[in-house]
């Protein structure tokens, strides 16, 4: 049974976010922190705190191949909510059709401005006075699905993409435990 209080986290690297909604987890579960990458830093946090783990290398794999055998080890941990928390794999239609609505990712810009990679740097080169992350629901379009919330976040003179990376990352590791845990009780 799919129980939408019952989380996996999704990563592919050293997973600060999924640390934060772990830190963060009262009115949700996180039952599953699931890699593509094995070798994933975030995977050793995860078993270090007694978390269930499961990873497959995806370069192994057909896209679908490995989305199905995910799929069944989020079943066989009770998972009802998936969080993606720098998870840098875009998921097949199948997958997105099997748990439609169901999957959340953090994005670091205020969409629907700066869809995809090097958003800090594209944000600077525009010019922006203000920067900030988003958490959405994700469907087939690349970080196109509905906006659950957002944090804003100064943009100072001076920035480089780096600085600026890590303002907003701060940003999302209040905002997204937040919106997590709002959304599995909606
Ligand atoms: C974050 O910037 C997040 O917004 C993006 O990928 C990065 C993941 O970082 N989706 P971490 O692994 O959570 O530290």
Same mark, same amino acid.
């Given at each position: ?26 009115? *949700? ?8 990458? $094995? ?10 705190? @007694?978390?269930? =783990? ?26 009802? &909510? ?31 401005? *700066?869809? @995809?990679?090097? &958003? %800090? ?14 958490? %959405?629901?994700? &469907? ?13 976040? $100064?943009?100072?003179?001076?920035? =480089? $993409? ?25």
């Amino acid at each position: 049974m799919r129980d939408p209080k019952r989380v996996a986290i999704l990563i592919s690297g050293r997973g600060s976010n999924m640390r934060a909604l772990v830190e963060h987890a009262k009115i *949700y579960e996180v039952a599953l922190v699931a890699s593509n990458k $094995p070798s994933a830093a975030g995977l050793e946090w995860a078993r270090a705190q @007694g978390l269930p =783990t499961w990873s497959l290398d995806s370069k192994a794999e057909g896209k679908e191949a490995f989305d199905r055998k995910m799929s069944q080890a989020l079943d066989d941990h009770q998972v009802g &909510t998936v969080a993606l928390a720098g998870f840098m794999r875009i998921l097949s239609p199948w997958f997105v059709d099997e748990w439609r609505g169901r999957i959340l990712n953090i994005h670091p810009s205020l969409l629907p401005l *700066y869809r @995809g990679l090097d &958003t %800090h740097a594209r944000a600077l080169e525009a010019g922006d006075s203000i920067s900030g992350c988003s958490v %959405h629901i994700v &469907t087939e379009e690349l970080d196109a699905g509905e906006v659950l919330g957002r944090a804003e976040v $100064p943009i100072e003179a001076g920035d =480089t $993409p780096a600085s600026l990376e890590q303002r907003v990352l701060a940003a999302e590791h209040a905002l997204y435990p937040q919106v997590l845990s709002e959304f599995v009780q909606r």
